[in-house]
């Protein structure tokens, strides 16, 4: 299913998958992509994939940058803007009765702000959470993690550059919600292991979405 959303005077696309199964079907996870991609890029699809066949309810879209095809991200509040119009959107369409909202790196951190700050919503699913710029490993990303409320599940690859273990688990010292750490052995930002791991990508984003889903199972089940 496909929408075309308003964000003030501009539209973007988005794309909605019903999980397969029937698993979850009262919960929906709203994914922004990442910087560099957009919500049809290989990494993108192949989260959606292995999310969608584990059973979740998932929707994807373009940030407005992406939707114009430039490669020059908008600024925080333009994003948020974006993610917000799109979750409303979805809650019109949908009608769920829990919403995630989260995504792959830059995706996930303006969803975090967006926790952060307030905004409705039942949870937050990071992938690969840049919690620094690249090379810039004294400009944590991290003031606004406390503030979070939400039960948040976090992936991250022990060989991420942009989030090393001792850097997030320092940073997590002062958040009191129900903050899961996942670390993805041998992984990078894009979640891509190398041959001498005995693991393929495909394994790793399995892994990763059966987590996710064990994850929604665990923090809003379903009613009995």
């Keep these: 299913m496909t929408w075309t959303v308003a964000v003030g005077s501009e539209t973007t696309s988005v794309i909605y998958e019903a999980g397969e199964g029937d698993l979850i079907a009262d919960t929906v996870f709203v994914c922004a992509h990442g910087a560099g ?27 407005l940058y992406k939707e114009k095809k430039s490669g020059r991200p908008d ?4 994003l948020q803007e974006c993610f917000a119009a799109v979750v409303e959107r979805t809650r019109s369409e949908l009608n769920p009765e829990k ?7 830059m995706g996930g951190r303006a969803a975090s702000m967006m926790a952060a700050e307030g905004y409705d919503c039942d949870g937050l699913l990071l992938y690969a959470y840049p919690l620094h710029p690249a090379g810039q490993p004294a400009k944590l990303r991290d003031a606004h993690l406390p503030s979070i409320k939400v039960p ?16 997030m688990e320092n940073a997590l010292k002062t958040v009191t919600t129900d903050w899961t750490m996942h670390w993805v052995e041998g992984a990078d930002h894009s979640f891509h292991v190398l041959k001498s791991s005995g693991r393929t990508d495909s394994e790793v984003m399995d892994e990763i979405a059966n987590a996710s889903r064990a994850w929604i199972a665990r923090t809003h089940p379903r009613p009995s």
Excluded: E, H, W, Y
């Design 37 to 63: 991609g957009n919500m049809l890029d290989g990494g993108m699809q192949k989260t959606a994939k292995a999310l969608v066949s584990c059973g979740v309810n998932l929707v994807r879209f373009n940030f």
């Design 75 to 78: 600024p925080m509040p333009k």
């Design 99 to 105: 919403l995630i909202i989260g995504g792959r790196s």
């Design 152 to 167: 948040v599940l976090c992936f991250s690859g022990t060989r991420d550059p942009l989030c090393t273990p001792s850097l």
